[in-house]
């Protein structure tokens, strides 16, 4: 995640939060008075997006002093302290909001999906995303994924092959599908099979895949499909799972494990801003 | 809302997840393939960002036809129809996600807000959002208020006045700040002030400000800043507020409750593409 | 006015009178040429735009330094410095037209901004801009009539209500037009009429506005106007007035006048530069 | 002048002035009404951005007929029409100021520019603007100059070479500085040498260079420098020329004279929308 | 590729190609007048880029007719056309080099690409290209590359792994970093590991690697690790291969070359205009 | 050349190269790694574009060190080093493609010029690039040129006029075209005629062109048209000239010869890292 896209995150939010100025501080607070305040978990969490904090306040002041007290994908009790900021109470103030807007929302998303991960701990299953997250935003959605402990599932329909049911009707066959991409993309690229019943399952073991999408199954359909395809190529469960059905799904035996809600509905948690004294 | 936006909204949408080609559709399907889908709720919702259909689609064909089925600020039952869209089976698979992803991110949204509207329809209490946002998408997700029946409160700190604890002190005083600030600003500006005791209340109704923000009060103060206030200007109840305390807020005689989870915490809601036979 | 901002208007400028690169003083000066120079006010001005200086010299070079002697919004009388500069030659020669083209530009609105102000200064009216700017400088030039003690006005269609004849036409009558409005925004929103007749007031004064526009009424009408209304909302005049009006319209006892001439025709005033020895 | 460019010219100004949303007409204006209006000079003047009233309702709407009346450099008398344009009432009355505002400043750089053209129009002299323009708007001021029949100097340091007496000084000597550009540049690139000094200007007739800027000479200097130039070179007359001195400056005889107030001080002409019945 | 992309690549070669205007076609061929010409390949090569064409033109006038006579990929002898154009003249002409320059650029990317495809038609072997591409320019290289029959490597440090020298030493040994990455990159995610030595490679078939890069190695040395290798993970040859080695590369067995030279150092193919009777 | 515009250079090049991440040494290279390596030139070369190393590496660490040990348009023999850097391994490791893509592309073009350039140093004639470079890169290329020693022509249809025979038909003929276009354009524009037949040139000479350029004509040809010429007006010998013809044409006596194979077919040159041992 390089550094420059942190800036860019800050400018966005600066630019619609803050535009042509804050003006209730601009008017109010003098340029010289200086504060300092603590930002900190109201509820436990896993920490994710502290690099803003950083990038957010190097575009207000030279003068605000960043100390970050975890990092990201750190675990924090309700009431611990998440950073630490001094500097000029203005410059503070006018990025408090977008700062706090980034880091509740990316750490939202790490909390749910280390929840996630954590049910299924012993087993050896991966805990994927998806691609339903927001416009403009999925590189972060899926780095907060990646900070929770989960794993990334492709980035869009550009980095890896997923063959749904529409492209094999219009290839005539699910093998026909499989060998004319075979033969035109690069090796580097994952080809992956979506069924979403049994008997699709052993023609796609002769064609040369490497992995298939069970889609929708019912527990007992994810256990014969893991049984039928018993290790020849990576097996991904998938369809509408809910948090209280991770643990269940796993048990299956399946590699991995795709979840949108970790992205699409996961609630911002509760990070706050303790004022000192200012000077 | 202005037609180009939704075209940016879908630029930056496609822009990530098709980037440099749905490989797996142009791999598969031929170019004359046609084919006709229908996006249906498949849960009770308002519906939400239905222009960005166009917006989508435009950019990748010119032969997909789109059907507006409801309009945005429309509730539907599960099940039913939101849209339909005919034309090139390559360039319908290609925009779906990315139209399906904006679609149930803002009827998440308007069907909260709506969720809250309706249960203090019969009193005269405005639902606020607040500026607990993501970054970038701040437009969108007040529109999604609005068209949920809530009501925006202000876009930034470049649009309206907000005096908060911290202003207060670096001006020594409630009404050394308003009187600052209103002798400095525009007549269109709200002056709107926060306050957390009641005693701080009647020096505000003396110093000229247009509003009042009663922060983290019980329902007990909330009643009581309602009496002493009088009418005479605008009162907001905000704070941490509950979807299952909305009512009881509104009960005390606030003018508005401001909900940040109208925003921050709205599940998507499940909008699903059906297809029908291709051609 | 945040930092960024001035850094993107010395980037545009930049971009479009140093392009390629200044060929002339590429191929002329050495680069270890040292030199210095002092802007100075070839006219008595107020000084606006003077943060562009870092901003230019910035990106052109790490070794210029800015001293700026004056601030924004003060008086300068001619051949008084504004600033000095010193590093070296060539920088100083790339970035000097750009950074005076701002200078004289902003100090221009800020000059007979403040031109209008002094002439009302001993009454109590706000003098207001308007939204007859150039593409893509509105917050500039409404920055430097804030510098030059004027009022902003509301900064477009976004941020205010202002209801016109087609506007009243439309709903069929003011009370409604101001009704349905009241009904559908936020709080936050100043809602303005505006009214070319005296026998249009009346109405106004019951509907519920928080402001009234008196637009291209004469001096009686104006004062019968003030007297009708008698402090009960906000009160404007506006409409093609003139610099020698200025004092006349105030004296009618209005609230605030706005004039176009302080952006849309406001003379460049004169800078120069006045180099001192290179080393 | 391309076509995507007016469109460009047309977002920015409507995502400043319109942002999100031009509410008051939002409000009260009801889709199906549809209305037209007349644009008129309110002065005499000389017609420059017609363009952008397509460019602008383009991006409005898509049922917004502009019919221009006129074209770019053509004389309009007062109350003269310029365009008329029809369609719905709210795209029209959202697209009219930034229309308006791009036409009347324009349009003032226009008629400035041919009131100074028309008064050496029995002459062999080019009127010629300068780099003194608002940044970011160089384009569209220079295009102003030239519909009002002047011609263009050069657009910024990278496309001609003027050699002024810090470059002399930093090459020890007219000659030496000309000299070292010749062999240097392309063939292309025209190199002038700007001079205050009559006895500066022999050494350039033999220096090899395409042009002299004669600057902040008295008339009489003028006159000198004309006859002993003698055709040779290009000659150009610069330096805080007044409106009222621009004849009798040509009439010395040189080939041409710059003048920065048609950029950066031409008052905005002023142009109305006049109304029609609606529908 | 998305038909956006093109608009995009045509809107960075005008604004730098025609800028603030095609001025010698502006003051010599009426609006009027109108043309057709032909592209025609002046030497044998592969097309590539001809939806340039369209977006070109769309930018600069309503009235061109593009018509293609050919397609991407296929191939066209010397005097063959590849495209006619018909419509004013002035359009014509200032959009030629512009779509001549990509249309140029991308065939001789194509034509290179397609020569060495040729040379191997009879073996099962992939030609790769690499990331030796020009800054912005590496979607349209790769396309290039994938039109003239070749097979896209990765498209950067994001899409697939390739672990070389430094990794390893950094890691510890080729199996502890394989292990490493295994356990955390996503399944779609082709793990490489680069090699110059053959006794490197026995640890990496036990390692879980999906390809093995053999670097800078003798035709020897292939055949032997293609040997040892026998068909177990993917086999890709690299390093700095000429055209005329790349027959014998391929004949040593691996799966596919890769080779720096079809994007870094591919001439531009001749393809020129030939003016038909203008109207 | 803009240091600004290196640091937007960089940008693309990083951010289609790195995009999400430079996932392999994020997963191998521990942050507090350190290493050196050091850039050689692997052939000889005319050394270009070293700017890059700073502007990609400012945006990767604040602690890389950039020592460039040769400077732009110097020879640098085989296995002599061009620069040394020293920093994090994973930063050096991130930044090394996009770095080294942006060197031997434009050592490239830079080298080719040289080598045209060095076969006519003795003769008074310059070497022209032409508009054959790729989109968006244009200033990049013709950067090079200037470092290898050769000289810009027009950088774009919009500074400078070049009459070709299209013009010359609309307008009725030479001397036609070049009266109407003078009369229109500023002094500082450049005219020339481009003729492919001895006998357009004597019209020329009396027309009041500044330049000649000789279209595709024998070394014959151009011998009597230099003589036809006589110095009178610049003359340009252009149209497919290959390397082995630049002498052969220098002699006919033209001022300048202008090769598109500079920027159209220039190979890259090769340009390798050395790694010294990581700490």
Redesign the interface.
């Known amino acids: ?4 896209s942190w800036d860019q ?6 630019e ?10 601009e ?4 340029e010289s ?1 200086r ?1 300092s305040l603590v930002l900190k978990a109201r509820e436990p969490l896993i920490v994710c997006g502290t690099p803003i904090l950083e990038a957010v306040y190097r ?2 002041s030279d003068e605000v002093g960043v100390t970050v007290l975890t990092e990201d994908g750190q675990f924090c009790g309700a009431d611990e302290a998440v950073a630490a900021l001094e500097g000029p ?1 203005r410059a503070l ?2 990025g408090e ?2 700062a706090l ?2 880091m ?2 990316l750490s ?1 998303i790490a909390t749910v999906t280390q929840q996630a991960v954590a049910q299924v701990a012993d087993l050896p299953v ?1 805990i ?1 995303d998806t ?9 972060w959605e ?2 907060a994924v990646r900070t929770g402990g989960g ?21 005539g066959g699910i093998s026909a ?1 499989v060998s ?2 075979r033969h ?7 080809v ?1 099979v979506e069924v979403d019943r049994l008997d699709q399952i052993p023609e796609l073991l002769t064609a040369g895949v ?2 298939i999408l069970l889609d929708n199954m019912s527990m007992e359909e994810l256990r014969q499909a893991v049984a039928i395809i018993d290790h020849q190529v ?1 097996v ?1 469960a998938s369809g ?1 799972i809910r948090p209280d059905q991770v643990r269940t799904v796993a048990e299956t035996g399946v ?2 494990i795709s979840l949108g ?1 970790l992205t ?2 996961a ?2 948690v ?1 990070i706050g801003a303790d ?1 000192e004294a ?1 000077l």
């Not at 995640?1 to 420059?4: A, G, P």
């Not at 619609?16 to 501080?25: L, P, R």
């Not at 339903?132 to 999925?138: I, V």
């Open positions: 995640m390089q550094k420059w995150l800050a400018q966005w939010g600066l619609e939060d803050v535009g042509s100025g804050d003006i209730t501080s008017l109010t607070i003098g008075l504060g575009q207000l109470v103030l006018t909001r977008t807007n980034v509740t929302w939202g991966a994927l691609r339903k997250t927001r416009p403009g935003q999925r590189l899926k780095y794993t990334n599932h492709r980035f869009g329909l550009y980095d890896a092959i997923l063959i749904k049911d529409n492209h094999i009707a219009a290839m599908a004319c991409i035109r993309v690069s090796h580097v690229m994952f992956e490497d992995g990576f991904e509408g590699d991995a809600y699409h509905s609630p911002h509760d004022w200012t």
